[in-house]
């Protein structure tokens, strides 16, 4: 048997996968230790990876179902050899047994293609089903892999600005099924973002432009909204190709975890905008803070000179998105609308943001 390295998944094996030593022939793959054994008749091939360029086994086993994935390149093409064979094997050198294999071949060849051919007819619903089946413990496990690989580009604040910005994203996400964490980092630019599982990052420019902590709140909501409404791992699984899509049937969340750095350039969509606009303002009443703070501060940074903010340039912005909420604030409640501002002293805490 010739022998290969590889990531295992599995009941048996850690969540992120751990590295194995395997050997493989024309009969099956066998791991180090014995511990898995399956033959190439039980053994499910096919590609896997930021780009398809491993090559992806599955199998049934006593525990439940594994998966073992194979980056060299050389190994992936032996073992797609070996894969091959085991139909010729099996098959004989008769006649009719030689068209009964290549109908096989056949058949296998135009499977993967016509796989191709309808994730490209339905990437959107098909990404769409995976993230509603990405569990929650899951998916923050995915937002700390992309928070601490972002983090090192991070001049985060402390003090008296987090402080306030951590008071006020708790009273959003009481009650959440995420563990919310907020952070302030010193950056010029007007803008913030969420990553998915709740890790929510505010720029010190944004807080330098707000004139209230209620307008900061106002863009709090809005990100909570998108990763309550899960927007921000749907523009991930979406950004991470076809492949990739579909290697997260199999639990390779490490081809998302790898654009995480492009994560500040993610366009949401005008429905996923419009869907955070409202299921914000709906977080805002439900804490009993300001709801028409919200649409303030939008059109303030919709007004700046000098280019569009970084926020509205990932959040595009228009004036009916800002119509819409004003109307939605217009329809509240008597009791919802006027409610008392937030105590802080905003000037105090624009005073202990870092120097310009």
């Known amino acids: 048997m ?38 190439w008749a039980a053994i499910t091939v096919g590609k896997a990876g930021w780009d398809g360029s491993r090559l992806g086994l599955e199998w049934d086993g006593a525990n439940g179902r594994y998966a073992l994935t194979v980056a060299d390149a050389a190994a992936v093409q032996a073992l797609g050899t070996l894969a091959g ?15 009964w294999v290549w109908g096989i071949v056949g058949a296998t060849l135009a499977l993967p293609l016509l796989l191709v051919l309808a994730l490209l007819l339905a990437h959107e619903q098909i990404a769409d089903w995976i993230v509603d089946r990405i569990p929650v413990a899951q998916e923050q496990k995915l937002g700390a892999q992309v928070f601490n690989s972002h983090k090192a580009g991070l ?29 302030v980092t010193d950056d010029k630019s007007v803008n ?6 709740g890790y929510i990052v505010m720029h010190s420019g ?18 909570v909204a998108h990763v309550e409404r899960r927007h921000s791992l749907r523009g991930m699984v979406k950004s991470a190709g076809l492949y990739a899509t579909a290697s997260l049937v199999f639990g390779d969340f490490a081809s998302l975890a790898g654009i995480g750095a492009d994560l500040l ?3 949401f969509s005008r429905d996923h905008e419009r869907d955070a606009d409202s299921t914000g303002l709906t977080l805002l009443v439900k804490a009993g803070l300001e709801p028409s703070a919200m649409a303030t501060f939008f059109r303030k940074m919709a007004a700046q000179g000098g280019g569009v903010p970084a926020f509205l340039s990932t959040h595009p912005a228009s004036e009916d998105r800002f119509a819409d909420i004003e109307r939605a604030v217009k329809a509240l409640p008597e009791a919802a609308r006027a409610v008392s501002p937030l105590v802080y002293d905003y000037a105090g805490i624009k005073a202990a943001l870092p120097a310009k």
């Open 2 to 39: 010739a022998g290969f390295k590889g990531t295992v998944f599995g009941p048996d094996f850690a969540d992120a996968g751990t590295a194995v030593d395997f050997e493989a022939d024309a009969d099956g793959i066998r791991l180090a230790g014995g511990s898995h054994a399956p033959r």
């Open 85 to 99: 064979r085991r139909a010729v094997r099996s098959a004989g050198a008769g006649g009719g047994t030689r068209a």
């Open 155 to 183: 001049k985060l604040i402390e003090g008296a600005p987090r402080d306030m910005v951590r008071e006020i994203g708790a009273r959003l996400t009481q009650g959440s099924r995420y563990q919310f964490e907020f952070h």
């Open 192 to 197: 913030a973002y969420a990553m998915p599982g």
């Open 206 to 223: 944004l807080l330098a432009l707000a004139g209230s902590a209620d307008e900061v709140a106002g863009v709090l909501a809005h990100e």
């Open 265 to 267: 350039n993610l366009k």
